[in-house]
């Protein structure tokens, strides 16, 4: 708990990198601190809930902690890190021993980073047209995924290259902002993000119509009943796919449906169970815990190092609970500049061409202690056009940039763990596993209007697989209003059963009665692959006796008991 020192001091999540982007505005500062704090601590009541609907051994992960309601001057920092380019390109079609290479499939690394900026190969062939992977936990067999896109950009770092008419590359914008922030900063103020589009990627051309997310059917903007104006389009023309040009492209923030704040913090606060069988290999307790995908630079690496803050490998070491530190995100770390022969054609320093658009180099938490790593958001590396050469002159390890891969490859990613010691230590627990009995399981719910806007807008991908935009969809709480009534919402469920519909239930002082039931497929964000899911239409009243704040969601199967609910899955406002 807080001290009586740090009360007044630690009183909410800090947006990423504690950006500000209302400086001349601290009305909406405040409105954007409030909107994110309070997303921040439904996504870690939803991290530490877990999932006690339909598996075993994954629920109540208590050892995962909340860092705004923890005093900061207890806290050990952990920078945790891994590279930026996909690891799961080299493990399937590389020299990383995945499950193709028994095809004989070695790509080569032209081709890797061919794949890691375009999607395909050097020869044209995307990924649809290569060998299926199998996954090293489950021995499931698939096309390779995520899908989207950039969506094998996985490593929660993607990037969009601007190339001259000669194909030369003249620069490269690298993000690891996550999609919840920009949807919560659009909530606040679309014309700011507006105003960030043009500044961040040097476009002063976009449009705010560029960015709003369009009724498929009838063109127009849809309302997002929450703000009462147009909802925000996360894969609009200027934030979607590797290539920027003046017309389209951009990487403002992530977009491969795995790469969200939500599912870091869930994948934290799964981590924090200790497995039968330890924290040696990160691969085998990934397979056992079964959070994030196997075979990536970063899930796996993240896992195990929070797993070893809370069940040391050395015994003289104090088990710690952990967390992901104040402010939570994901951060890109200054590239090696040492392997880029530090000289471009004229002498420059090449380090002067790396520039950092948002965030910053270097942190101090509540104490005032410098926190471990750097903390950018977004960079560009760009030559400036006064000189007469490009990106594509200088050179990395020897070897001229063809490919905005090979600078990926020279810096590291990173989130920033926290921990704090116990002199208790936390109960192992068997591999997570499918129980005897299932309940039906809140997945994410949306506004009506919004979520068949998401669904029917198809987006196109070089993995030739159907996909619509709620796969970039976010786990924000939809705002209701005291005194509202007959609000129609969607919620999507899982391991729906009985007959006839479920009860759905938020609590006291809201009523919700479920109108139609029907099914959908895509990924719920934080997944790789989109699923077959149950889709409920909801219509619910809010008396004027309810009280603020956020509300928990309960479906109940006919016939079952109820069991956990869903943390801040709506938020209720006053009128």
Same mark, same amino acid.
């Given at each position: 708990?807080?001290?009586?020192?740090?009360?007044?001091?630690?009183?909410?999540?800090?947006?990423?990198?504690?950006?500000?982007?209302?400086?001349?505005?601290?009305?909406?500062?405040?409105?954007?601190?409030?909107?994110?704090?309070?997303?921040?601590?439904?996504?870690?009541?939803?991290?530490?809930?877990?999932?006690?609907?339909?598996?075993?051994?994954?629920?109540?992960?208590?050892?995962?902690?909340?860092?705004?309601?923890?005093?900061?001057?207890?806290?050990?920092?952990?920078?945790?890190?891994?590279?930026?380019?996909?690891?799961?390109?080299?493990?399937?079609?590389?020299?990383?021993?995945?499950?193709?290479?028994?095809?004989?499939?070695?790509?080569?690394?032209?081709?890797?980073?061919?794949?890691?900026?375009?999607?395909?190969?050097?020869?044209?062939?995307?990924?649809?047209?290569?060998?299926?992977?199998?996954?090293?936990?489950?021995?499931?067999?698939?096309?390779?995924?995520?899908?989207?896109?950039?969506?094998?950009?996985?490593?929660?770092?993607?990037?969009?290259?601007?190339?001259?008419?000669?194909?030369?590359?003249?620069?490269?914008?690298?993000?690891?902002?996550?999609?919840?922030?920009?949807?919560?900063?659009?909530?606040?103020?679309?014309?700011?993000?507006?105003?960030?589009?043009?500044?961040?990627?040097?476009?002063?051309?976009?449009?705010?119509?560029?960015?709003?997310?369009?009724?498929?059917?009838?063109?127009?903007?849809?309302?997002?009943?929450?703000?009462?104006?147009?909802?925000?389009?996360?894969?609009?023309?200027?934030?979607?796919?590797?290539?920027?040009?003046?017309?389209?492209?951009?990487?403002?923030?992530?977009?491969?449906?795995?790469?969200?704040?939500?599912?870091?913090?869930?994948?934290?606060?799964?981590?924090?169970?200790?497995?039968?069988?330890?924290?040696?290999?990160?691969?085998?307790?990934?397979?056992?815990?079964?959070?994030?995908?196997?075979?990536?630079?970063?899930?796996?690496?993240?896992?195990?190092?929070?797993?070893?803050?809370?069940?040391?490998?050395?015994?003289?070491?104090?088990?710690?609970?952990?967390?992901?530190?104040?402010?939570?995100?994901?951060?890109?770390?200054?590239?090696?500049?040492?392997?880029?022969?530090?000289?471009?054609?004229?002498?420059?320093?090449?380090?002067?061409?790396?520039?950092?658009?948002?965030?910053?180099?270097?942190?101090?938490?509540?104490?005032?202690?410098?926190?471990?790593?750097?903390?950018?958001?977004?960079?560009?590396?760009?030559?400036?056009?006064?000189?007469?050469?490009?990106?594509?002159?200088?050179?990395?390890?020897?070897?001229?940039?063809?490919? @905005?891969?090979? =600078?990926?490859?020279?810096?590291?990613?990173? %989130? *920033?763990?926290? #921990?704090?010691? !116990?002199?208790?230590?936390? +109960?192992?627990?068997?591999?997570?596993?499918?129980?005897?009995?299932?309940?039906?399981?809140?997945?994410?719910?949306?506004?009506?209007?919004?979520?068949?806007?998401?669904?029917?807008?198809?987006?196109?991908?070089?993995?030739?697989?159907?996909?619509?935009?709620?796969?970039?969809?976010?786990?924000?709480?939809?705002?209701?209003?005291?005194?509202?009534?007959?609000?129609?919402?969607?919620?999507?469920?899982?391991?729906?059963?009985?007959?006839?519909?479920?009860?759905?239930?938020?609590?006291?002082?809201?009523?919700?009665?479920?109108?139609?039931?029907?099914?959908?497929?895509?990924?719920?964000?934080?997944?790789?692959?989109?699923?077959?899911?149950?889709?409920?239409?909801?219509?619910?009243?809010?008396? @004027?006796?309810? =009280?603020?704040?956020?509300?928990?969601?309960? %479906? *109940?199967?006919? #016939?079952?008991? !109820?069991?956990?609910?869903? +943390?801040?899955?709506?938020?209720?406002?006053?009128?």
């Amino acid at each position: 708990m807080l001290s009586s020192q740090t009360a007044d001091i630690v009183r909410r999540f800090l947006t990423p990198a504690n950006q500000i982007d209302f400086p001349q505005n601290p009305t909406l500062q405040k409105q954007l601190d409030e909107q994110w704090s309070f997303n921040l601590t439904g996504f870690t009541q939803q991290g530490i809930t877990g999932n006690p609907w339909n598996s075993l051994n994954a629920a109540n992960n208590t050892w995962y902690f909340n860092p705004v309601t923890t005093d900061p001057a207890n806290v050990v920092y952990q920078p945790i890190q891994w590279n930026a380019f996909p690891g799961r390109l080299d493990f399937y079609y590389g020299e990383g021993n995945g499950s193709n290479n028994v095809q004989g499939l070695e790509l080569s690394t032209d081709d890797l980073l061919s794949l890691g900026d375009t999607g395909k190969t050097t020869n044209g062939t995307p990924f649809s047209a290569l060998p299926k992977i199998t996954n090293p936990c489950t021995q499931d067999v698939s096309n390779y995924g995520p899908f989207g896109p950039r969506g094998w950009q996985d490593e929660y770092c993607e990037w969009s290259v601007e190339r001259n008419e000669k194909g030369d590359i003249v620069r490269i914008d690298f993000t690891c902002e996550n999609p919840e922030y920009w949807n919560s900063l659009w909530a606040v103020s679309p014309e700011r993000v507006l105003e960030l589009y043009r500044s961040t990627l040097g476009k002063p051309h976009i449009q705010l119509a560029d960015l709003q997310l369009v009724d498929p059917s009838r063109r127009t903007p849809v309302i997002d009943p929450s703000t009462g104006r147009p909802a925000y389009n996360p894969l609009n023309k200027w934030n979607s796919g590797p290539v920027s040009s003046a017309t389209q492209g951009g990487a403002m923030h992530l977009t491969s449906t795995p790469n969200t704040i939500q599912t870091e913090i869930g994948l934290g606060s799964a981590a924090t169970v200790p497995r039968p069988g330890g924290n040696g290999n990160a691969q085998a307790l990934i397979c056992c815990a079964q959070y994030g995908q196997p075979a990536r630079n970063s899930d796996p690496h993240i896992g195990q190092s929070i797993n070893q803050l809370v069940a040391p490998p050395n015994p003289a070491q104090s088990a710690m609970k952990a967390t992901l530190a104040n402010p939570p995100g994901l951060y890109i770390q200054t590239p090696d500049f040492a392997s880029y022969n530090y000289q471009s054609p004229d002498g420059t320093d090449v380090s002067t061409f790396w520039t950092i658009v948002r965030g910053r180099s270097e942190m101090f938490d509540e104490q005032g202690r410098k926190m471990p790593g750097h903390y950018i958001l977004h960079a560009s590396f760009q030559v400036p056009a006064s000189k007469p050469y490009t990106v594509s002159d200088l050179t990395i390890n020897g070897q001229k940039i063809k490919w @905005a891969g090979q =600078v990926a490859q020279t810096f590291l990613m990173q %989130i *920033t763990g926290a #921990g704090l010691k !116990q002199t208790d230590t936390a +109960p192992v627990q068997s591999c997570v596993a499918t129980p005897p009995t299932v309940f039906a399981q809140p997945l994410q719910i949306f506004h009506a209007n919004v979520f068949y806007a998401l669904v029917g807008t198809q987006v196109p991908n070089v993995m030739g697989v159907d996909m619509n935009l709620a796969s970039n969809s976010t786990l924000i709480a939809p705002r209701l209003k005291v005194r509202d009534t007959n609000v129609q919402l969607v919620i999507t469920a899982d391991t729906l059963s009985g007959g006839g519909f479920p009860a759905v239930s938020f609590g006291d002082g809201v009523t919700a009665r479920v109108v139609s039931q029907a099914s959908v497929t895509y990924a719920v964000p934080g997944n790789t692959y989109p699923a077959p899911l149950s889709v409920l239409l909801v219509t619910v009243d809010v008396s @004027a006796s309810a =009280v603020p704040g956020p509300r928990s969601l309960w %479906i *109940t199967n006919n #016939g079952q008991a !109820q069991s956990v609910g869903f +943390p801040a899955a709506i938020h209720v406002v006053p009128a």
